[in-house]
């Protein structure tokens, strides 16, 4: 199947401080990606999704400007939690989906853990 | 996005087959059925998906009623390493995402 690798695997930061998420598209061009959050032993929750080229469009009760969502690329997009707080701290995954592989199936990267202190 | 009620978790023994149910009674005509798997801190999988005829692949089998109002999720041979949270999620045919539900919890017992 495609692959979507996600960078960091995991994270540890400071409160108040900022931390950037990658999301790329191996072997294939990403022409949606969506990014979701998942707390301990919780759903998959989605938080936004993302064209390449456009801005995000975020699902309700999340924060657009907290949550920075960038897919510049065909391959790339990244998550970006500003200010930073423990109650952030969770799995972030994201997902990708080509038109070409077959619009009905979405690949998911393996997440990035994220713990605020 | 329509529903899907599957039970919270299920045990198999090893090498035995395992059927995992989803109940979807209020699919719409061009709603398909995906199945995804998360194994302990990894992202989910995909396994396989279907609109009306019975699927088959590498991973599993997909069999989906007549009806389409329940499908069933059929590892023929489980293994330790088919641990994992089972999701069916419905999706119309062009929508966007996947939004998961709670899932089912399979334990394969050595």
């Known amino acids: 199947g495609a692959v979507v690798s996600q960078h960091p695997s995991w994270v540890i930061c400071k409160s108040g401080t900022s931390v950037k998420i990658e999301c790329r598209s191996l072997?294939?061009?990403?022409?949606?990606m969506f990014w979701y959050r998942q707390f301990p032993k919780q759903s998959l929750m989605l938080m936004a999704t993302s064209n390449e080229g456009s801005k995000a469009t975020y699902e309700q009760g999340v924060e657009k400007d907290k949550f920075l969502i960038n897919h510049a690329s065909l391959t790339l997009s990244t998550l970006t939690v500003t200010s930073a707080h423990p109650e952030d701290s969770s799995f972030y995954i994201c997902?990708?989906?080509?038109?070409?592989?077959?619009?009905?199936?979405?690949?998911f990267g393996p997440g990035t853990r994220l713990t605020v202190l | 996005d329509a529903k899907t009620t599957q039970p919270n978790s299920m045990e198999s023994n090893e090498e035995e087959p395992v059927h995992l149910p989803c109940n979807h009674s209020t699919i719409s005509g061009t709603d398909y059925i995906h199945w995804y798997r998360q194994l302990p801190s990894q992202g989910p999988e995909y396994v396989i998906h279907g609109l009306t005829s019975n699927v088959n692949n590498r991973m599993a089998s997909l069999a989906i009623a007549e009806d389409r109002k329940s499908s069933t999720l059929i590892l023929h041979r489980a293994t330790l390493r088919d641990a994992a949270v089972y999701y069916c999620?419905?999706?119309?045919?062009?929508?966007?995402?996947?939004?998961f539900g709670t899932g089912t919890r399979l334990t394969v017992i050595p």
């Open positions: 072997d294939f061009q990403a022409t949606t």
């Open positions: 997902s990708a989906r080509s038109g070409r592989l077959g619009r009905d199936t979405q690949y």
């Open positions: 999620i419905l999706r119309q045919t062009g929508a966007n995402n996947l939004f």
